[in-house]
């Protein structure tokens, strides 16, 4: 894969698109799917990809979820629980946990583009602090620069 120098999500999902002959949206998720528990989840039908992504964490976390549900769409991976979707269904993933087959290699994924790119690695520690940022209601500001 022909990662963006220097690396950037925007850049990267817009390669992903026109590889696909799709665009990808971006969006935070729904505070009812937050909620209950899902950090990401990517909706993709014939004519868009859409991931949402828990905007209630770190943007480092933020970042490592996106990549993740990039890492689904790049697998091609088409359903949850290893149930076939039909042509014209849109395929729906949530992320909660990682332990089935395709979960793990959206993770692994992530887990590569992030060391090919340079970025810091999203570890055990980061991602706990993650989802304790996430659960006390923590919003990080960005600032340019």
């Not at 950090?39 to 209630?56: K, M, N, P, R």
Request: proline fraction near 6%; aromatic fraction near 6%; charge should be negative.
């Amino acid at each position: 894969m022909d990662l963006p120098h220097p690396f950037s999500l925007d850049a990267l999902c817009g390669r992903i698109a026109e590889q696909r002959g799709r665009p990808i949206r971006l969006h935070p998720l729904p505070k009812e799917a937050a909620e209950s528990g899902v950090c990401g989840l990517w909706v993709g039908t014939t004519s868009i990809d859409y991931v949402f992504y828990e905007a209630q964490t770190s943007p480092l976390h933020r970042e490592h979820i996106v990549l993740h549900e990039l890492g689904h769409i790049l697998f091609g991976h088409n359903s949850l629980e290893g149930e076939e979707s039909g042509a014209q269904a849109p395929v729906i993933l949530g992320r909660t946990n990682y332990t089935n087959r395709q979960e793990q290699e959206a993770e692994m994924l992530a887990s590569l583009i992030r060391t090919s790119a340079g970025l810091p690695p999203v570890d055990e520690a980061a991602g706990t602090l993650a989802r304790l940022e996430s659960a006390m209601g923590y919003r990080r500001v960005q600032h340019g620069g």
